[in-house]
Nanobody, 128 residues
Framework: QVQLVESGGGSAQPGGSLRLSCAAS????????IGWVRQAPGNKREGVSC????????WHADSVKGRFTISRDNAKNTVYLQMNDLKSADTAQYYC?????????????????????WGQGTQVTVSS
């Protein structure tokens, strides 16, 4: 079965950095997209970052572009989200999720904040 195990969440000050990790297993698909969706209290889920299993192309939401970088280590079956220059608006529950039907990030469900499989979520809190 598909499993997504997250780590790396925590607290940071504005301008600080965190790196989230998502260890994936149980995939039977060759082509898919995987990445991160977040949800702050009272807000809808929003896509944050995505990376394709095919060519490694990435997508980042405008709100995090230039600050967050998604990457993956295929040997470890792990995807990362490097978060720099954190802002209070980044405070949210971050979920690792995947779209197993669309390997192209820009058209995948992650962009709209949805996915087929989900990790447990990890809290990111940015405050001074």
């Amino acid at each position: 079965q598909v499993q997504l195990v997250e780590s790396g969440g925590g607290s940071a000050q504005p301008g600080g950095s965190l790196r989230l990790s998502c260890a994936a297993s149980g995939f039977t698909w060759e082509q898919y997209s995987i990445g991160w969706v977040r949800q702050a209290p009272g807000n809808k889920r929003e896509g944050v970052s995505c990376i394709s299993s095919m060519d490694g192309r990435t997508w980042h939401a405008d709100s995090v572009k230039g600050r967050f970088t998604i990457s993956r280590d295929n040997a470890k079956n792990t995807v990362y989200l490097q978060m720099n220059d954190l802002k209070s608006a980044d405070t949210a529950q971050y979920y690792c999720t995947t779209d197993v039907y669309d390997a192209e990030c820009e058209t995948s469900s992650l962009v709209s904040g949805t996915g087929d499989y989900w990790g447990q979520g990890t809290q990111v809190t940015v405050s001074s």
